[in-house]
């Protein structure tokens, strides 16, 4: 159905492959996305849930086309929360999300662990150094030790698949969630799997329920033995990791001894062959007397890592005694030249690299003549995630601050409360349409309980997609992952029940005159204003249509 | 000797780049050697610059092209060959559209495929090798005029 001619949406087409693929031959060349999926439906994985974030996203796109259940969940802490009901159920689960999607989730995360779960659930963090579509570089590895989540961390695609049945294994013996972390370049590299050589775990249950209210209901007469529980659980992870084939011991010479996990160990092997190196597998709960053995066998032990000095740290605090890097190599990714630097201890400016071609909003994206407009009256613009955050390169720089999803309410709403009024009284909340399914209708709220004097405008881009992960439907679309029709949440609807009176809903691309008309109403009166700027994605329309088209020929 | 071949493919989102780094890698796949091919997802579909790299060998590690040893610069965009040089080695070579007659191609869309046809005459895969790589990584209505593009790229 789709134009691979064009590179356009790198997700779906690649999932269709890898279905194809895997029946031609035991050797495939698949992104560690893809691995992961491979593995979930392998392992009879009975949901996938999620919410879109690159790198993660093509993880449940994979999934839903080798036939497994997959589901966008409206948020990252819906979808775990979602897995772990299936979870309870006796069935396995695996929820995906990117890092920063994690921030979300961490509130169902922290008492996950305390509970018993009896059907697996694995928990994707799909970090990105480097932040080639992110707006920050936080490290998901801090997210396991602060949980008290049992950690894997895959390198290449061979171990995403591995590992992912592992992540499997571990969750159902010790009934305990498990992370998978991976990183921008494991899931998005693609390296060879041979899925024949890998050992089978056990089938899974049926569902069933079975009632065990001390272990699952979360009252602190409960939850101070299950935390107690839970930390006799990762003691026994960390004995069960000093022996586990996780982790690795690469021979070399005893001059220097590298321990390394995920990413980092590829760029070690190409940059230090001749060095003996203990890669790790689960790099939490570590197994310290492997990592104090191995350390004592070389000269000088040094930990290579991407991002934040975690194992370093830890290891340090261990009492076993190593050299990490200097601060400069915890900003952005590592590669085979930095970890060569990093050995040498060369802390000279690295050279940089000349920019390539930013990327733009689309010239006939439906949404510029909004950020026109915002521009022509001098608005500040509290904006979101999302493609139109671009809108803060030139020529429009119409973006005055970007921080989270669904940031752009409550900040906008900050800025009218605090600001002199003739300020105040330009300040617009910007937002797509899946971020504020996302999390845009809890600001709305927020909104409506604690109006700024000055009023507030909240303008939502609404495109009919998920543009920026790859054209993903959302809840107010009305189709699922796989694009087939279900219920359709109405943005306007939403903000009506929550107690908006001034809700619009126009066509900002086919009189931009007339947007900018209603904009500056609605700016000029103190009221609470939710303009729904409804326009599709050019670039999704015509997939839409197809989508449409089959749904009515279903009904 | 290095033991690794590095391939850089560079061009502008949306022109194929992917495509393109895809049947390089399964042409080296199917001839039996280790194959990572690497690239950053993301902003390149808002039409920024994009590079993939596809490394083959008998082991590869890193899935990233160090700078200064690719052995390759493909440019789809010939623009985007100053933005990479820095990833090409001391003899590394450049490929890109002014070395064939481009405005020959049916379709500007082909132009990637025709650039590996130029690349296919430095490497030692079989042409039929790429031209079976082009029918798996293709869709079938589009294998015709793609074939016809690599031909014009390798040079008959």
Request: aromatic share 4%; glycine share 8%; proline share 6%.
């Amino acid at each position: 159905m789709k134009d691979s001619h064009s590179a356009a949406p790198a997700s779906g087409t690649d999932a269709t492959s890898l279905t194809s693929g895997a029946q031609q031959s035991s050797v495939e060349l698949v992104s560690g996305n893809e691995a992961v999926a491979l593995a979930a439906f392998d392992a009879g994985v009975s949901l996938g849930t999620g919410y879109p974030g690159t790198p993660s996203t093509e993880i449940l796109e994979a999934f839903d086309a080798l036939g497994g259940r997959a589901q966008w969940a409206p948020n990252e802490k819906v979808a775990l929360e979602v897995a772990l009901g299936v979870s309870l159920a006796g069935a396995r689960s695996i929820a995906t999300m990117k890092h920063v999607g994690l921030n979300v989730a961490a509130d169902p995360l922290f008492t996950a662990a305390y509970l018993d779960l009896p059907g697996a659930i694995v928990v994707v963090s799909a970090d990105e150094p480097g932040m080639s579509s992110s707006q920050n570089e936080q490290d998901n590895r801090r997210y396991a030790v602060a949980a008290g989540v049992a950690m894997l961390e895959p390198s290449d695609s061979q171990e995403a698949y591995e590992f992912t049945l592992r992540a499997i294994e571990i969750a159902e013996r010790w009934r305990k969630p498990v992370m998978l972390r991976m990183t921008t370049r494991v899931c998005h590299a693609k390296t060879v799997l041979r899925r024949g050589k890998v050992p089978s775990i056990p089938s899974p249950r049926p569902a069933d329920f079975k009632r065990n209210i001390p272990a699952r209901v979360m009252v602190p007469a409960y939850a101070r033995p299950a935390h107690k529980r839970l930390r006799a659980a990762l003691a026994q992870i960390a004995e069960w990791n000093e022996t586990a084939d996780v982790n690795r011991i690469v021979d070399g010479s005893p001059a220097m001894g590298i321990v390394t996990s995920g990413i980092s160990y590829q760029h070690v092997r190409e940059a230090a062959p001749e060095a003996s190196v203990l890669k790790l597998g689960m790099t939490y709960p570590l197994p310290f007397g492997l990592i104090r053995r191995f350390a004592s066998t070389v000269e000088r032990a040094l930990v290579i890592e991407e991002g934040d000095p975690y194992l370093a740290e830890a290891l340090r605090a261990a009492g076993i005694p190593v050299q990490g890097k200097a601060e400069m190599f915890r900003l952005g990714e590592l590669n085979v030249s930095r970890v060569r630097r990093i050995l040498a201890g060369d802390v000279s400016p690295e050279p940089e690299l000349p920019p390539g071609k930013p990327p733009t909003l689309c010239p006939g994206c439906g949404h510029r003549s909004v950020f026109s407009s915002l521009r022509n009256l001098n608005c500040i613009v509290s904006g979101d995630i999302g493609c139109y955050t671009l809108a803060v390169l030139p020529p429009f720089e119409a973006v005055d601050s970007c921080v989270c999803m669904g940031a752009s309410i409550g900040v906008g709403l900050g800025l009218r409360h605090a600001l002199p009024p003739e300020q105040a009284k330009r300040v617009v909340s910007v937002i797509g349409d899946s971020t504020f399914i996302h999390s845009g209708i809890t600001g709305i709220v927020e909104m409506v309980y604690n109006p700024p004097s000055t009023g507030h405008v909240v303008v939502v881009l609404d495109n009919g997609t998920t543009a920026m992960t790859g054209f993903q439907e959302h809840p107010a679309t009305g189709r699922k992952l796989d694009h087939s029709a279900t219920a359709k949440a109405s943005i306007e609807d939403l903000v009506r029940a929550a107690g908006v009176r001034n809700v619009h809903v126009i066509d900002p691309t086919r009189d931009p005159a007339a947007f900018e008309r209603l904009l500056k109403e609605c700016l000029d009166k103190p009221g609470l204003t939710v303009i729904v700027a409804r326009r599709e994605c050019l670039l999704a329309a015509r997939n839409i249509r197809e989508y449409e088209r089959m749904n009515a020929q279903c009904n | 000797m290095r033991s690794v071949t590095n391939i850089v493919i560079a061009g502008l989102g949306g022109q194929g780049v992917l495509t393109a780094s895809d049947i390089v890698a399964d042409v080296a796949l199917q001839a039996g050697f280790d194959v990572k091919k690497s690239e950053l997802h993301g902003m390149s579909q808002r039409g920024g610059s994009i590079a993939s790299d596809v490394r083959f060998g008998r082991e590869v590690f890193s899935p990233m092209v160090p700078a200064g040893e690719a052995d390759f610069l493909v440019a789809v965009e010939p623009n985007q060959v100053s933005v990479n040089a820095a990833i090409l080695s001391p003899s590394g070579i450049v490929i890109e559209p002014s070395q064939f007659p481009a405005d020959k191609l049916h379709s500007k869309k082909s132009l990637n495929v025709a650039l590996l046809g130029a690349l296919s005459r430095h490497l030692e895969f079989s042409e039929e090798a790429w031209t079976a790589a082009i029918k798996r990584r293709l869709p079938e209505k589009l294998v015709e005029v793609n074939l016809e593009a690599f031909a014009l790229g390798r040079g008959h």
